[in-house]
């Protein structure tokens, strides 16, 4: 029940594409999910850090051309995500491999307790490490006491 749920989120958000369903839900190799995992915490590190510079280079290039600097990244987060910025608590899902696209969910609890789920769509650079292609915060279900 779970799992689809955060399929059903993952299309709402449209992270991915209807397609997928069809083309079928494919379990992440455990290197893979430990090498996302590493990413995603590394980068939850610098926020909590406030190490601007550190958590933007977990983006990929993409991102990083479209947010421009370091400083207007953080910003940015620390703004539309603060759960994501400084948060109380982690939990990681299981990762997804869907129609060639890496997703990977975090659960996040911020100072009041309030859960949040973040969608991470994950990208493989051609140097074969991971990086966070874009980062989608949705309200948990409940509340953590």
């Keep these: 029940m779970r799992r689809a749920l955060v399929i059903l989120a993952w299309l709402v958000a449209g992270f991915l594409p209807a397609t997928a369903l069809a083309a079928g839900i494919a379990d992440v190799p455990v290197r893979d ?3 996302v995992r590493a990413v995603i915490q590394a980068q939850l590190a610098a926020f909590a850090a406030d190490d601007a510079r550190r958590a933007f280079s977990y983006a990929t290039p993409k991102l990083r051309e479209m947010f421009g ?3 207007r990244f953080i910003e940015v987060v620390r703004e539309a995500y603060p759960a994501v910025y400084h948060h109380e608590t982690v939990a ?3 990762p997804e491999l869907a129609d060639g696209v890496l997703l990977q969910g975090v659960h996040l ?11 991470y769509r994950m990208e493989r650079q051609r ?4 990086r966070i292609s874009a980062c989608q915060l949705l309200p948990g279900q409940g509340r953590v006491a």
């Excluded at 911020?110 to 973040?118: H, K, P, T």
């Design 127 to 130: 140097d074969r490490s991971w």
């Design 109 to 119: 609890t911020d100072a009041d307790g309030v859960l949040w789920l973040a969608l």
């Design 92 to 94: 990681f899902l299981k």
């Design 69 to 71: 600097s370091a400083d």
């Design 33 to 35: 999910a430990r090498s």
